[in-house]
Every structure is written in C-alpha cells, then in structure tokens.
T-cell receptor, first 114, second 111 residues
Framework: EAEVAQSPRYKITEKSQAVAFWCDPISGHATLYWYRQILGQGPELLVQ????????DSQLPKDRFSAERLKGVDSTLKIQPAELGDSAMYLC????????????FGPGTRLTVL | GQQLNQSPQSMFIQEGEDVSMNCTSSSIFNTWLWYKQEPGEGPVLLIA?????ELTSNGRLTAQFGITRKDSFLNISASIPSDVGIYFCAGQRFGNEKLTFGTGTRLTIIP
C-alpha cells in the first residue's frame, strides 16, 4: 500500500541550531502539504505545494522556516535557527490534486528543541 | 489559526459501547474528513464525505455530512480496544485546499 514517508521520526536539537525534515509523498501525488501539530491540538498548515510551486505559505514563519520541492516529488522543510517554541510534530501529507482529493499523512517528525 | 469545535473533548467508555462525536463550524465546508491519530503517529484517514446529508460507513464507523454543511458526525459501534486514540474532524472548502482541523476527541476504553 502506498504511503507518505518522512524522516527522521524524532529529532532533538538545541535552540539556535538548524534542523531539516524530509518527506516523500505517495507516488504520483501532485499536492504536498507540511503541517505543524502542537501537543493537544489539531494540525495546522505551514506550506502547500502544487508540483514544485508554492500554493500557500501564509502561515510559514519565513524568517526562520523554509521549504522546497525542487523536482515536484520529495520535499524538505528547514528551520534555522530553531527556537524552543518550535517543539512540535511536523506532518507531511499528500493528495492527488484532482478529483476527491483526500489527504494522506505520513508518520510525522517529532521535534524537541532544548 | 481557526480550528473546528469538536465534542466531547474526551470520552471514557467500556468495551462494546457505542460512541458518538460531532464537529461544528461557523463556516460552510464542501468536504468533511474524519481521521484517527495514535500517539506518536500521523493521522489516518477513516472516512471522507463530499455531499450534504451524505452518510458513509467504514466497518463499525459511520459518519454523516450535516445538512447545513457546518457540521459532521462520527459514530463508532461496539467499540473495541484498538479504537483508542484521538479522532479529528477536518473540513475543506474546495478541492486541494488546506484542511482545517477540529480540536479532537480523545477516546479511552475502560477495561
């Protein structure tokens, strides 16, 4: 069964360090989403890609966060420098971009900033 | 950011009981999705709803798209231990848009 892959699953870093997360969507899915989930809350969108183009990054803190999907397949989300408040689960999701458009999530990366 | 209101926030039930939860919004959505999330994992899609009034089942789970398009409901019949987790509703105004998630309902099964 096709799945969204994410790595690493867990990341512990010190504040002011740089971190990067990787996502490989379901094969053929044109739309890729990065969400952030704070403990006890639902996920909230950080950035959305359609192929290699950014569709929505209105909630991405651009002073420290960046995201890319250079070839329209896998994607990287970077934080530099990390702050204590960035501790959260970072989730990647993908959808076909056509038709009913169900979003499927990866297992997430749990980030802890010390 | 906006989050949809889910109730109840948490439920403590005995195995075999039926479960009902709902999700409400001040805005209209054209798609409602229900996800289940277990600790340390990503949300898993359970049911997708695309039409007002639609009733869809997935095994022991049944979800409904409210007539007003501002709410949705999820029922679980004859709960079993593996039903434990957090259930999230999510709304989408149009295809390909981001999901707006609910606040979650945490389901615990008492032995």
């Amino acid at each position: 069964e096709a799945e969204v892959a994410q790595s690493p699953r867990y990341k512990i870093t010190e504040k002011s360090q740089a971190v990067a997360f990787w996502c490989d969507p379901i094969s053929g899915h044109a739309t890729l989403y990065w969400y952030r989930q704070i403990l006890g809350q639902g996920p909230e969108l950080l950035v959305q890609f359609q192929d290699e183009s950014v569709v929505d990054d209105s909630q991405l803190p651009k002073d420290r966060f960046s995201a890319e999907r250079l070839k329209g397949v896998d994607s990287t989300l970077k934080i530099q420098p990390a702050e204590l408040g960035d501790s959260a689960m970072y989730l990647c999701a993908s959808s076909s971009g056509t038709g009913d458009n169900e979003q499927f999530f990866g297992p997430g990366t749990r980030l802890t900033v010390l | 950011g906006q989050q949809l209101n889910q109730s109840p926030q948490s439920m403590f039930i005995q195995e075999g009981e039926d479960v009902s939860m709902n999700c409400t919004s001040s805005s209209i959505f054209n798609t409602w999705l229900w996800y289940k999330q277990e600790p340390g994992e990503g949300p898993v899609l359970l049911i997708a709803l695309y039409k007002a009034g639609e009733l869809t089942s997935n095994g022991r789970l049944t979800a409904q798209f409210g007539i007003t398009r501002k709410d949705s409901f999820l029922n679980i019949s004859a709960s079993i231990p593996s039903d434990v987790g957090i259930y999230f509703c999510a709304g989408q105004r149009f295809g390909n848009e981001k999901l707006t998630f609910g606040t979650g309902t945490r389901l615990t099964i008492i032995p």
